[in-house]
């Protein structure tokens, strides 16, 4: 910072403050008039912000609110099996069995939807510590996404998450049989690469086997952890 | 040739399209980020349009006399303002700041507020005001120019501003973008005010009392907020935590750094200033100092002023 220019102080002016109103002003409202109207404005602009988002926060209190979709329908747990990050193969309705499943389909070279998405699941599931959720990613771009690259991604967002990959046949399978669209190839993007159009559907499957709870792109992390919390409880939403 | 506000502000709009190459403010997007330079037309229009501004209003009222060294420094100190402007505005730190990292919003604050702001007020010369002072908003300039004031509204649009709703609403379109912009440049040159005024009449008086204003204002009060940034559970503003990722930092992460450069990016331009004002302050007193008493070999002599005259003169 440079050295601010001396300038000559204001010698007719010894109470230190501004200098006074010029008399022959114009009418109108006066410059504090002005600045307490703005002032009062941002505090209210702030308060209006806070209700606002105390009023959202209040949002998931109720039983049956979530922030994913509550299926009419449960979807049955899919029947698929593909190979994990360490080449074993994977039977998915047999390795869940009886647990919090998170399933979630994307691919690592995913610009947007997928790294968000998994960040968001992994900083909501360090909020609420004590919920045992498998979080399962299947690989939707064989052709790049090795099993240990799989891997290496998943491990930057939580070394827990499970990578599953397999032929196209068998992803293509993998997802219809979890009820999402199945994953295209979007074409050249400007990073020398292609783009993998992908469903941003997450689905949570409950101890009991079943697919209950739809989540779309833009879920925040305390609305997952919030959701998981309930889900972990088990306190109003799923049969006994 | 005048040009109509509103003819301009439909220029401006044709490039309000949110799926255009072609943009007219930095605003948040879904896009994932690209290294790839993208044009802002609105930032390019506002700062030719305040090099123009400045340029227009030095040759009109320049005064007919040889200029001093302080006075021909000023377009200089004016010009590196406008860079710093262009810079916190334009892509990428501005387009980083307005929808992918938290701390790019933040460091756009900062240089707004402690960076464009005293260096626009440095670069303008008093003479620059003999029409402004003619003018009936230079009142609301007047009350501006009160620490109170200053430190009241500087507070108040730091508070607004970075409240999550505020942010995640004005960022996520162009308009509101700007809207945000505008209001910290505005912000900028106030808090300053009192300091760093123009009018060396409108500064106070005392350098104590700006010290002690700027600290409080600039320094002390916004560590509140920054710490909240900091310690908070999870990323407060929506618009940066699902943004795509950027440098593949975590979105608390970067809204802790946030918070770091809220709390303490200020002391490379606060304590400085701080220390200039201080050193100000300790010379006006010495000016003021009563001068030493005399020997006491003058008051055995008679020749001591009588205690009347001393009291008189202090």
């Known amino acids: ?240 | 040739m005048s040009v109509r506000p509103w003819s301009l502000w439909w220029t401006c709009s044709i490039f309000m399209t949110e799926d255009g190459d072609v943009q007219f403010w930095c605003a948040a997007s879904s896009d994932p980020w690209s290294w790839t330079p993208k044009p802002y037309v609105g930032v390019w229009l506002a700062m030719a349009a305040l090099v123009v501004f400045y340029m227009r209003a030095w040759r009109r009222h320049r005064p007919d006399r040889p200029l001093s060294r302080l006075e021909r420094r000023k377009p200089w100190w004016f010009g590196l303002g406008v860079a710093l402007l262009w810079v916190a505005t334009d892509w990428p730190v501005g387009a980083l700041g307005a929808g992918y990292l938290a701390s790019l919003h933040m460091l756009q604050f900062m240089i707004y507020t402690l960076g464009v702001g005293p260096l626009l007020l440095l670069g303008i010369p008093d003479w620059f005001l003999d029409h402004a002072r003619q003018q009936r908003w230079w009142q609301v300039v007047r009350t501006l120019s009160r620490p109170l004031v200053a430190g009241l509204l500087f507070n108040a649009v730091l508070l607004s501003t970075h409240a999550p709703v505020t942010v995640d609403l004005l960022r996520a379109t162009q308009i509101g973008s700007f809207v945000m912009d505008v209001v910290w440049f505005a912000a900028g040159l106030i808090v300053w005010l009192p300091v760093l005024n123009p009018d060396s009449t409108l500064r106070h008086r005392s350098p104590a009392v700006r010290a002690v204003y700027l600290f409080l204002a600039v320094g002390a009060l916004p560590m509140l907020p920054g710490g909240f940034l900091v310690f908070a559970s999870g990323p407060l503003y929506r618009t940066f935590e699902l943004a795509p990722p950027v440098f593949d930092i975590s979105a608390t992460v970067d809204q802790q750094l946030a918070g770091l450069i809220m709390k303490v990016g200020n002391l490379p331009i606060v304590w400085p200033v701080l220390l200039v004002l201080f050193v100000k302050w300790s010379r006006a007193d010495q000016a003021v100092a009563p001068p030493p008493p005399r020997p006491a070999v003058d008051v055995l002599a008679g020749t001591a002023p009588s205690a009347g005259a001393e009291s008189a003169d202090s």
């Open chain 1, 1 to 240: 910072m440079a050295d601010p220019p001396a300038a000559p102080e204001n010698p007719g002016n010894p109470s230190g403050d501004v200098g006074p109103a010029d008399p022959h002003r114009p009418g109108g409202p006066s410059g504090t008039t002005i600045v307490i109207g703005l002032v009062v404005t941002f505090v209210l602009v702030l308060v209006g912000g806070l209700v606002l988002r105390a009023n959202d926060d209040g949002r998931t209190s109720t039983a049956a609110d979530f922030s994913g979709n509550l299926l009419p329908e449960p979807r049955p747990r899919p029947d698929f099996e593909l190979v994990d990050t360490s080449g074993e193969p994977f039977d998915f309705a047999t390795e869940t069995d009886g647990e919090l499943t998170i399933l979630f389909f994307g691919y690592a070279n995913c610009p947007d939807v997928c790294p968000i998405t998994l960040a968001t699941l992994s900083e909501a599931l360090e909020l609420v510590r004590g919920v045992d959720a498998k979080v399962v990613f299947v690989s939707v771009d064989p052709e790049r996404d090795t099993p240990e690259q799989i891997r290496a991604y998943l491990d930057r967002f939580d070394s827990r998450f499970i990578g599953l990959t397999g032929t196209p046949e068998q992803l293509k399978a993998a997802q219809v049989a979890a009820g999402v669209t199945p994953a295209y190839n979007d074409g050249p993007n400007e990073r020398g690469g292609y783009d993998v159009g992908h469903s941003s559907q997450v689905i949570v499957f409950t101890p009991d086997d079943l697919g209950r709870l739809v989540y779309g792109f833009g879920v925040r992390q305390d609305e997952w952890a919030a959701d998981l919390e309930r889900v972990r409880d088990n306190r109003d939403w799923w049969p006994q």
